[in-house]
């Protein structure tokens, strides 16, 4: 199995397929990689996303069997095996437009055991696994998945864009690391390009269309914000830079106020 350009991660991924297959058995429809090796802009630093599809909901015995498998494949050995983050749909959610916002099986970026999260039970996660998913068993996930339509898909991205915001500008010290400076700036500019073009793409994209398009003043801000990627497990822990902190909240309420602006004048 080559899914990706990095031989470590094919054998970690090769690895989690084959558990999944032990485990869940006949119940196991399909596995695919979406988020960023999903749409192409993938790198070293990349998070390794993943939905894994099933027939029905998972059985206590399967969770209990998953809750062991998980802390295995973290410990395999290549550190591609520590940044696999996916959830487990049920056909019946993963079909139905309507169920998004359920919580789900869901395994943390970094994490050892499974959680309910809605995390990723989205129609952006929908949209990337239908058009964009890489297959790493399972039928193509056009026979899984109808289209989903564009103004479903912008109304949840301005949904993201004004909640997630007004919760960062309500308790700003809660997100005030040099990860997650970094992760609003290039996520917003990113979401804003999303919301005019009406489908998900990559935070590259997003940042070169910002750097092109919005206001110049916010590039240099941009700019440096590619260097809070790697390695978010200590960045998280570091203070962020007060001034790039306090643009990065300026630039927030711009991209709010641009993704409003640009919701009033597509409803006209």
């Not at 027939?55 to 015995?61: G, M, P, T, V």
């Not at 103004?151 to 301005?158: I, S, T």
């Not at 998900?200 to 940042?207: Q, Y």
Request: glycine share 6%; hydrophobic share 35%.
């Amino acid at each position: 199995m080559t899914p990706t350009p990095y031989s470590e991660l094919n054998e970690v991924l090769g690895e989690l397929v084959e558990r999944l297959s032990e485990i869940l058995g006949s119940r196991l429809i399909g596995v695919y990689l979406q988020g960023s090796f999903a749409l192409g802009d993938f790198d070293e630093h990349s998070d390794v996303d993943f939905i894994v599809a099933l027939e029905d909901e998972l059985s206590s015995n399967q969770v209990e069997a998953l809750q062991l498998m998980h802390p295995r494949i973290y410990n395999l050995g290549p550190e591609w095996a520590k940044h696999l983050e996916g959830s487990y749909f049920p056909l019946s959610i993963l079909q139905d437009l309507e169920r998004r916002g359920e919580d789900l099986w869901y395994l943390d970026h970094g994490a050892i055991s499974i959680i309910r999260s809605d995390h990723c039970n989205t129609l952006l996660v929908r949209w990337i696994v239908r058009e964009r998913g890489v297959i790493l068993v399972g039928p193509p996930p056009k026979e899984l998945i109808e289209p989903i339509p564009q103004e479903l898909l912008r109304q949840e991205m301005y949904d993201v864009i004004m909640t997630w915001g007004k919760q960062i500008l309500e308790n700003p010290s809660r997100w005030s690391n040099r990860f997650y400076q970094g992760f609003i700036v290039l996520s917003y500019a990113r979401m804003l390009h999303d919301l005019h073009r009406g489908r998900p793409g990559t935070k590259r994209e997003g940042a070169e269309w910002a750097k092109r398009n919005l206001d110049p003043s916010w590039s240099s801000l941009i700019d440096r914000t590619w260097s809070c990627r790697p390695d978010p497990a200590s960045k998280v822990k570091e203070p962020a830079n007060p001034d790039d902190y306090r643009r990065t909240l300026a630039f927030l309420e711009y991209v709010m106020h641009e993704s409003r602006r640009f919701m009033e004048s597509a409803s006209i």
